[in-house]
């Protein structure tokens, strides 16, 4: 009843806020009318601090420089209609793309400002008929009133916009610093705006009126409230941080439940697993019966710490990756084909293998719900080439772009910025020529083709549901390959038209052996087999579930079917109401988690 409650209560304020804005816009609109009109009035009859605008606009006009001119249009185009869509749709598809979920409540407070604020400016422009200053002015003066600054106003809906979510979302210790320097740039804007007489100093306090009048009331829809249900699902760790714990029906701690007197290795990277993340998993897994706990942390010399060590000498009955996938390839590769079971904490950058398979985002989450769950065997690729030994992959692997990408994403720009240092990576890369490569698969004749990128891995769902190996499966014992080249900004349209679709309709049809399949004009070409050989013209980047391999001429890849046991609430591929059924040993995983 509780339940039913607390869900009748959350639609009821979830259909209440949406209907201010019937009245809180139109009358923010109205306000600004009137402002406008008074402004434009009594600045027109000389009277108080308005008459001393056009002696203002003089001085800055009088005292302009060549540094003054770079700096003030530089602003001004960061802040025009152009620049401001261009930053905000950038953006707006990081915060859907982003890990650890898409984040569709800031997405849409982001872009709705934005767009608000426009929807206002160009209202109130449109009846407010205030003269721009009578100055030489350093752009061309567009047909709408100077009353209020479209620059500015667009300024503060997106930088201050973006202020507003780093203090509400984020809890780095720049966060603050950041913040500040965001929403220094609407000011700087408005100076730059009266430097190049394009505006009064009223219109730019007008402008900044709107701007934040949009983001309070825009914020209040969509911002206000929410994380408090997650809020009540956390509990406090022994440090006193907070890590999500799932309150389900029947979960007891290892005193009042089935024990599990197996001995478990964590392995630890210690940037992605902090301390209050540790805390929390070292209490789920005591939890679950998981008592002889043996920790372990990541270095660059060890990147899966003493694993193989502990493997070696036995006595190791789960095996627990807390890090991103480069920690979960490193480790899948130290117990594949050992048949110890690897459970995943997803707590990196992309946690791609969690996502393909089916994991919930939520680190803590995510192990509760594998303890609780059955064995299933993977497969794992293995790729090896000219200067690479024989490597294990759990998700993709790839050459050129991608592997040029990840390169150069910076390490730390990655624990700052997650997905948004590998966009930056990329941009640096968008010209760069495409490769001469010949393609074999299994054995077969060669296949000559370019391309500005290849991908090949046995499962294939990025960030924001994006499939770029639509029949990728983790249990198929194949590889499927893609290879990616757009041409032009067409090809790039037909590309990204043809992935996009993919997130709402994905293909029935199972893998089936040889192809090619071309898609998207041919800017998408796919094939699917057990072993591939790829040649190139010239040495190309390399990766593995976005680890940097070096360059090479040369990779060949090859599946291992079932090679991974993983430890998972479902088999790979089933959907989440399956988590209730049957699993190997005959147990329901229902009746598992009863238990425990």
């Not at 800055?60 to 802040?79: C, D, E, K, M, Q």
């Not at 009042?256 to 290795?265: C, D, F, I, L």
Request: charged share 20%.
């Amino acid at each position: 009843m509780t339940g039913n409650t607390t869900s009748m209560t959350t639609m009821k304020s979830g259909a209440v806020r949406p209907s201010w804005l019937v009245w809180i816009l139109p009358a923010q609109t109205g306000a600004m009318v009137l402002l406008g009109l008074w402004v434009t009035h009594v600045a027109a009859a000389g009277h108080g601090p308005l008459a001393l605008e056009g002696r203002l606009s003089r001085d800055f006009a009088t005292h302009r420089s060549p540094v003054g001119n770079a700096v003030s249009a530089g602003l001004s185009l960061l802040a025009g209609t152009e620049g401001v869509i261009a930053v905000t749709l950038v953006c707006v598809a990081a915060l859907l793309m982003l890990p650890p979920a898409p984040r569709w409540a800031e997405a849409v407070f982001l872009g709705a400002s934005v767009a608000v604020q426009s929807a206002v400016f160009l209202v109130v422009t449109s009846l407010v008929e205030r003269p721009r200053p009578d100055v030489p002015r350093l752009d061309g003066a567009p047909p709408t009133s100077s009353f209020p600054s479209g620059h500015v106003g667009g300024a503060v809906a997106l930088y201050g916009g973006l202020a507003v979510l780093l203090l509400m979302r984020t809890r780095s210790r720049g966060r603050y610093l950041m913040a500040g320097v965001l929403l220094l740039v609407p000011p700087a804007v408005g100076l730059s705006r009266i430097y190049r007489g394009m505006h009064h100093p009223s219109d730019v306090l007008g402008a900044l009126l709107n701007g934040a009048v949009t983001l309070i009331v825009l914020g209040s829809v969509c911002l206000a409230g929410r994380g408090a249900a997650d809020a009540r699902t956390r509990r406090r760790t022994p440090d006193g941080g907070a890590v999500a714990v799932p309150a389900g029906p029947g979960r007891s701690g290892p005193a009042g439940g089935r024990q599990r007197n197996g001995s478990v290795v964590v392995v630890r990277h210690p940037h992605g697993c902090p301390d209050e993340l540790a805390d929390g998993v070292r209490a789920l897994l005591l939890r679950h019966g998981f008592s002889d706990q043996r920790w372990t942390s990541t270095t660059p010399e060890r990147p899966c710490g003493s694993l193989p060590q502990e493997c070696d000498a036995g006595n190791v009955d789960l095996v627990v990756a807390c890090g991103g996938d480069g920690t979960v390839r490193v480790c899948a590769d130290a117990v594949a084909g050992t048949g110890i079971p690897l459970v995943l904490v997803p707590c990196g950058t992309g946690n791609l293998l969690a996502r393909n398979l089916g994991l919930p985002s939520d680190p803590a989450t995510a192990l509760d719900e594998a303890l609780a769950g059955g064995d299933f065997g993977i497969d794992v690729g293995r790729i090896e080439g000219d200067g690479l030994p024989p490597t294990r992959f759990t998700v993709m692997a790839g050459v050129g772009f991608d592997a040029a990408m990840v390169r150069d994403a910076s390490p730390a720009l990655k624990d700052r910025l997650g997905w948004a240092a590998y966009a930056l990576a990329a941009a640096r890369h968008l010209r760069d020529p495409r490769m001469r490569l010949t393609l074999r698969l299994d054995g077969g004749r060669p296949i000559r083709r370019r391309a500005r990128m290849v991908v090949l891995g046995n499962a294939g769902e990025l960030r924001a549901g994006l499939d770029l190996l639509p029949r990728a499966r983790p249990d198929s014992g194949r590889l499927e390959v893609v290879l990616f080249d757009p041409r032009g900004a067409a090809g790039w349209l037909a590309a990204a038209a043809h992935l996009a679709a993919r997130t709402v309709r994905r293909p029935a049809a199972a893998p089936g052996p040889g192809g090619p399949v071309s898609v998207a004009g041919g800017s998408l070409e796919y094939f699917s087999a057990g072993r591939i050989e790829l040649r190139f013209a010239r040495a190309q980047d390399r990766e593995a579930d976005g680890d940097s391999l070096g360059e090479g001429t040369l990779l060949t890849a090859g599946i291992e079917p079932g090679a991974l046991r993983m430890r998972l609430p479902r088999a790979p591929g089933a959907p989440a109401a399956v988590a209730a059924s049957r699993v190997p040993d005959g147990t329901s995983l229902t009746a598992r988690a009863a238990h425990l």
